[in-house]
Protein backbone atom coordinates (compact mmCIF):
# COMPACT_ATOMS: atom_id res chain seq x y z
CA UNK A 1 0.00 0.00 0.00
CA UNK A 2 3.06 2.54 0.90
CA UNK A 3 4.22 1.66 -2.74
CA UNK A 4 0.77 3.18 -4.57
CA UNK A 5 0.79 6.08 -2.37
CA UNK A 6 4.26 7.07 -3.41
CA UNK A 7 3.29 6.39 -7.16
CA UNK A 8 0.28 8.60 -6.74
CA UNK A 9 2.24 11.05 -4.63
CA UNK A 10 4.74 11.42 -8.19
CA UNK A 11 2.28 10.82 -10.76
CA UNK A 12 0.37 14.04 -9.33
CA UNK A 13 3.67 16.29 -9.02
CA UNK A 14 4.21 15.09 -12.46
CA UNK A 15 0.97 16.31 -13.80
CA UNK A 16 1.19 19.25 -12.11
CA UNK A 17 4.88 20.68 -13.42
CA UNK A 18 3.83 19.50 -16.84
CA UNK A 19 0.22 21.98 -16.25
CA UNK A 20 3.02 24.69 -14.85
CA UNK A 21 5.02 24.70 -18.27
CA UNK A 22 2.00 24.75 -20.34
CA UNK A 23 0.82 27.67 -18.72
CA UNK A 24 3.74 29.65 -18.26
CA UNK A 25 4.64 28.25 -22.65
CA UNK A 26 0.89 30.10 -23.23
CA UNK A 27 0.89 32.98 -21.22
CA UNK A 28 5.10 34.56 -21.90
CA UNK A 29 6.00 32.37 -25.14
CA UNK A 30 2.88 31.43 -27.36
CA UNK A 31 2.51 35.28 -28.01
CA UNK A 32 5.97 36.06 -29.04
CA UNK A 33 5.89 32.95 -31.33
CA UNK A 34 3.05 34.33 -33.09
CA UNK A 35 4.14 37.53 -33.74
CA UNK A 36 7.84 36.50 -34.93
CA UNK A 37 5.87 33.62 -37.31
CA UNK A 38 3.40 36.47 -38.85
CA UNK A 39 6.42 39.10 -39.04
CA UNK A 40 8.37 36.92 -40.94
CA UNK A 41 5.91 35.79 -43.36
CA UNK A 42 5.02 39.53 -43.77
CA UNK A 43 9.27 40.42 -44.62
CA UNK A 44 8.57 37.37 -47.07
CA UNK A 45 5.48 38.84 -48.60
CA UNK A 46 7.29 42.46 -49.39
CA UNK A 47 6.26 45.78 -48.54
CA UNK A 48 2.91 47.03 -48.65
CA UNK A 49 1.59 43.98 -47.15
CA UNK A 50 -1.92 44.29 -45.02
CA UNK A 51 -2.62 40.86 -43.59
CA UNK A 52 -5.76 40.38 -40.87
CA UNK A 53 -5.80 37.10 -39.36
CA UNK A 54 -8.76 35.39 -38.42
CA UNK A 55 -8.38 36.28 -34.36
CA UNK A 56 -8.47 39.80 -35.57
CA UNK A 57 -4.53 40.36 -35.51
CA UNK A 58 -2.94 42.66 -37.81
CA UNK A 59 0.23 42.93 -39.82
CA UNK A 60 0.98 46.02 -41.80
CA UNK A 61 4.55 46.56 -43.67
CA UNK A 62 5.16 50.08 -45.10
CA UNK A 63 6.39 50.49 -48.65
CA UNK A 64 9.79 50.00 -49.10
CA UNK A 65 12.67 52.65 -49.01
CA UNK A 66 16.20 52.58 -50.86
CA UNK A 67 17.58 51.38 -53.92
CA UNK A 68 16.63 47.85 -55.61
CA UNK A 69 18.49 44.99 -53.99
CA UNK A 70 18.83 47.67 -50.70
CA UNK A 71 15.28 48.35 -50.06
CA UNK A 72 14.01 47.79 -46.38
CA UNK A 73 10.59 48.38 -44.97
CA UNK A 74 8.94 47.92 -41.41
CA UNK A 75 6.58 45.33 -40.87
CA UNK A 76 4.06 45.56 -37.27
CA UNK A 77 2.36 43.06 -35.66
CA UNK A 78 -0.59 44.28 -33.66
CA UNK A 79 -2.64 41.48 -31.51
CA UNK A 80 -6.62 41.26 -31.24
CA UNK A 81 -6.49 41.69 -27.90
CA UNK A 82 -5.24 44.83 -27.58
CA UNK A 83 -1.15 43.62 -26.36
CA UNK A 84 2.07 44.97 -27.05
CA UNK A 85 2.55 45.75 -30.66
CA UNK A 86 6.10 43.58 -32.58
CA UNK A 87 7.85 45.50 -35.36
CA UNK A 88 10.27 44.00 -37.71
CA UNK A 89 13.15 45.86 -40.19
CA UNK A 90 12.80 43.43 -43.10
CA UNK A 91 15.27 43.48 -46.58
CA UNK A 92 15.18 42.52 -49.53
Known sequence: MKDATGELSTTVIAIVAIAAIAAIFTVFLLPTLTAQIALSQACSSGPGTHITNTNGSKVDCADASGAVGQ????????PADGGATNTKTCKD
Open 71 to 78: RSWECTYT
